[in-house]
């Protein structure tokens, strides 16, 4: 991988917006005239970082934090301040569909000025014209005007105008919508299949699942800086301690033995002292068999005088993805009114009704039903155990779910 | 300079398909359709030279139609019309594509290029429209037009280069865009269009030359209404102009194009 050239390198992007206090200021400054900008916002300092051919990149960070903007500068929408971009190959956004259809125009017409304003000339139009109108699968509407369409009717052929061709670079807002579901399905698989063969994607998305399961490797952006880079999983979790950043509050990565990144994050005004699952003879383990019962057993010690504590956790999968989890909001057990120096002692039991492969657990010490309004202490990757299929029938799966299949010989 | 030329040739078929379009969106879900583009400047000469005609049937110097002043108004108009209306649109053309320049990459020479064409065609079919109303009105054109395309070059350079350097203003300052339209106005009466500068006084009519549109129109109404050659000596001067506000242009956009996208 290292010694490919990079498909995408970013060097020290920087983006500043102006402001003269007076417009008639910033234009006599094109003129040379010795004029000061009042007022340097920069939205963006320092962003640098080269993408390999075929990797996929998750952006993340909070609204305001500048991934629109990197984003646009990356198309060339907007220009840097500062820094350069080095693209090799082409870059196609799937940003904003639909940009510049006209109501009037037939849908065909229309594929022929959006695959203009990409760049793309007449004959290679005419050669991927059936697959867009295949891909869009809208039937006559292909040839009536878009005023005539419905709204997914118009996402779909602006997603298929958007992807006729595969580039270098792909662009991808997450969140954005292309349709129903069945066409949500096509068109992400259409985007897995520009990676398989090769296409980098950049994704932003607020959505870890999202980032966690197609991204290699995640950069985390806060007030306009890369403040994190690395595996998603890492990454996701320093971005949830993030959100629930608050004064007095500090934000730990511990790397594991076994390679893994812990994140603690939290105002440490209620911690774990320790934690640990037991399985039916109570004894700690780390392997459980699947559909065995077992018992999360965690020490809680309280550190000031709260109004109240709620411990939440979760069971994640390998790659992040929370398989089950609660807290004691929702149970309607949570503590009033405890006092520094108190320790409590809370016992989940539950049976490991998973399927095989590594879990780790999260858990949160919280004042409510989110770890947005306090957070005494959020760890990810608690304790990481192991799930093994001792004595059921083979299957597969991250759920066990004990079937009973009834065979009859009808003739 | 060249990587603008170039990416107007590789996007010629955008161009070229927008000014298509931006045509046939205007007559669209209408009757007669397409009809319409002749039909709008006919009407527009024909009252001209029928109203006009009877109720000023003034004379002019050197030509004996009874139709004369509405054979120098219509020169004049078809002059002023396509200047008046490339510079219009240049002025708002980054306002009224902002969404487009916002989102999309590409080119921003085809925003300007796309309008031009689309006014150019306008103009060519009030040029043929005029033709027509001539021939009825028994006043046919001489070979002189083969100067029309050099005025019609004039013309568009002036219109675009002036066009775009208060556009690009305009996206910073918006009072540009109101405050221009009620000068064109002014503009407007302050060339020879609907009276001959041989009306003005000696000391005003030198005054006038300094208007860079007199020198194009009375290029216009020299060659269609008296069909002599144009004077290139009084064409010199708004070529230079032309020339300069190009460059203008072509200076404010380098130095705005950073800025341009975050403020519109």
């Known amino acids: 991988m290292s010694t490919m050239q990079p498909v995408l390198e970013v060097h020290g992007i920087g983006k500043a917006y102006r402001y003269y206090g007076g417009e008639w200021r910033r234009v006599l400054s094109w003129f040379g005239l010795p004029v000061k900008p009042r007022e340097e916002r920069w939205t963006l300092q320092n962003i640098s970082f080269a993408i390999q051919p075929g990797e996929a990149i998750g952006i993340v960070g909070r609204n305001g934090a ?346 | 300079m060249k990587g603008m030329l170039l990416a107007t040739w590789h996007y010629r078929h955008f161009i070229l398909s927008s000014i298509k379009n931006e045509i046939a969106t205007r007559f669209a879900r209408s009757r007669l359709g397409g009809a319409w583009m002749i039909l709008h400047p006919l009407a527009q000469v024909a009252i001209y030279a029928l109203i006009l005609s009877a109720v000023l049937a003034a004379k002019l110097p050197g030509i004996d139609n009874r139709y004369a002043y509405a054979i120098y108004l219509m020169a004049g108009m078809l002059s002023w019309s396509l200047f008046a209306e490339v510079f219009a649109r240049c002025l708002t053309v980054f306002i009224d594509n902002a969404n487009l320049i916002k989102k999309m990459a590409f080119p921003r020479i085809a925003l300007p290029l796309i309008v031009t064409g689309s006014a150019l065609i306008n103009n060519l079919l009030l040029f043929t429209a005029i033709l027509v109303v001539f021939s009825l009105l028994g006043h046919f054109p001489t070979l002189t037009i083969l100067w029309l395309p050099l005025l019609l070059l004039v013309t568009l350079s002036l219109a675009i280069g002036m066009g775009l350097s208060l556009g690009i203003i305009n996206v910073f300052i918006r009072d540009i865009g109101q405050v221009t339209p009620i000068l064109l106005q002014f503009w407007f009466w302050l060339t020879p269009i609907v009276y001959t500068s041989g009306m003005l006084p000696q000391n005003h009519r030198e005054l006038s030359l300094l208007n860079p549109v007199t020198g194009i129109v009375m290029g216009y109404q020299s060659i269609l209404v008296y069909g002599q050659s144009p004077s290139l000596t009084i064409l010199l001067y708004p070529t230079l102009l032309a020339i300069g506000s190009l460059i203008l242009a072509l200076f404010l956009y380098r130095r705005a194009s950073e800025d341009m996208a975050d403020m519109l």
């Open chain 1, 66 to 411: 500048g991934k629109s903007t990197l984003l646009k500068i990356i198309t060339g929408t907007l220009k840097p301040s500062r820094g350069r971009i080095n693209p090799h190959g082409r870059i196609a956004a799937i940003l904003e569909l639909g940009m510049g259809f006209h109501p009037e125009l037939t849908g065909r017409q229309n594929v022929y000025q959006a695959a203009g304003l990409m760049g793309h000339s007449r004959e290679q139009i005419d050669d991927v014209i059936n697959d867009i109108e295949a891909f869009a699968e809208i039937g006559k509407y292909f040839d009536q005007p878009v005023r005539t369409y419905s709204s997914g009717m118009q996402m779909r052929v602006a997603f298929a105008v958007a992807s006729a061709y595969r580039p270098e670079i792909l662009i991808v807002d997450e969140a954005l919508s292309v349709g129903d579901a069945y066409f949500q399905h096509k068109s992400f698989d259409r985007i897995r299949e520009f990676q398989r063969q090769g296409s980098t994607l950049l994704i932003v998305s607020h959505d870890r699942s999202a980032i966690q399961a197609i991204c290699d490797r995640a950069i985390l952006l806060e007030k306009g800086q890369i403040i994190k880079v690395g595996e998603p999983e890492e990454v996701m979790d320093f971005y949830n301690a993030l959100v629930a950043d608050k004064e007095n509050s500090k934000i730990d990565q511990i790397k594991r033995e076994d390679g893994k990144v812990q994140t603690i994050s939290g105002t440490g005004e209620a911690s774990i002292e320790e934690i640990a699952l037991y399985n039916a003879k109570g004894e700690p383990v780390e392997f459980i068999g699947v559909g065995e019962p077992i018992e999360l057993r965690a020490k809680v010690r309280v550190f000031a005088d709260l109004e109240t504590l709620v411990f939440g956790y979760g069971i994640k999968d390998r790659l992040g993805q929370i398989m089950y989890g609660t807290n004691t909001w929702h149970t309607k057990q949570v503590i009033e009114h405890p006092h520094a120096g108190d320790t409590y002692a809370f016992t989940i039991s539950f049976p490991a009704n998973l399927g095989v492969g590594d879990y780790s657990v999260q858990t949160a010490l919280v004042d409510r039903d989110t770890h947005l309004t306090a957070n005494y202490e959020w760890m990810d990757l608690a304790l990481i155990f192991n799930v093994v299929n001792i004595n059921k029938s083979q299957f597969v799966g991250c759920l066990w779910s004990d079937p009973v299949i009834q065979i009859e010989k009808l003739t």
